[in-house]
């Protein structure tokens, strides 16, 4: 079965600090992998977009890392701001799964503190 | 550009009532989607439509009822609303298919409510 797990759920950090978010997953075959971001009662947005030839992606203070053959991705977060408080979803994308290619994760709920 | 938007933002319905979720977007995407968001678990697929006139159901599809007559707008019906049915809402849209990589802008969601 197609599924994807982050961690950890919940995560609380300083303002200024750096913080690593985990994604695995078992979706076969792999299309591409995408870091959403999704702030407090708005819809989730994207940050990033993995394919299967890509190790590693940037977009301003976010990176995004894919290891195809272990089915792991990271997304770090350097140097933190109290804007970055939100939940962020692993979402992962089957080549055929019929009417549903798209598997989310749970998601990482990370808050930055001052 | 507005993008996708949503409305209403919240709703409040009673155990058999009916009613429709609006959306609409300006970017003259030809896949559009709708998703329930629950506490603990993933967003999960409603129905989707890869242009007007086509819809097809996702992943938990009973209940509810879709329709595409233009490109702009896909609204979504629940029948005869269950409390099963509390969730988000949202609305997402993107120029072709996430399968081939392309990303969803998503509307800011309808918190329902059904008592």
């Known amino acids: 079965k197609n599924q994807v797990e982050q961690s950890p759920q919940s995560l609380i950090i300083l303002e200024g600090k750096n913080c690593t978010l985990q994604c695995n997953y078992t979706v076969s075959p792999f299309s591409n992998l995408r870091w959403y971001k999704q702030d407090t009662g708005r819809g989730p947005v994207s940050l990033t977009i993995?394919?299967?030839?890509?190790n590693t992606k940037s977009n301003g203070r976010y990176t995004a890392t894919l290891d195809a053959d272990t089915k792991q991705s990271s997304l770090h977060i350097t140097a933190s701001q109290l804007s970055d408080s939100a939940s962020y979803i692993c979402?992962?994308?089957?080549?055929?799964?019929?009417?549903?290619?798209?598997?989310f994760g749970k998601g990482t709920r990370l808050s930055v503190i001052a | 550009n507005a993008g996708v938007t949503q409305t209403p933002k919240f709703q409040v319905l009673k155990t058999g009532q009916s009613m429709t979720l609006q959306c609409a977007q300006d970017?003259?995407?030809?896949?559009m989607s709708w998703y329930r968001q629950d506490p603990g678990m993933g967003l999960r697929l409603i129905h989707y439509s890869v242009g007007a006139g086509i819809t097809d159901q996702g992943e938990v599809p009973n209940g509810y009822n879709v329709s595409r007559s233009t490109t702009e707008d896909f609204p979504l019906r629940l029948l005869s609303a269950a409390p099963s049915q509390t969730s988000v809402y949202f609305c997402?849209?993107?120029?072709?298919?996430?399968?081939?990589?392309?990303?969803?802008?998503f509307g800011s969601g309808t918190r329902l409510t059904v008592v």
């Open positions: 979402v992962v994308s089957a080549l055929n799964s019929g009417n549903t290619p798209l598997v």
């Open positions: 997402a849209s993107s120029y072709g298919t996430p399968r081939e990589g392309y990303g969803y802008t």
């Open positions: 970017m003259n995407h030809e896949y």
């Open positions: 993995m394919t299967f030839s890509e």
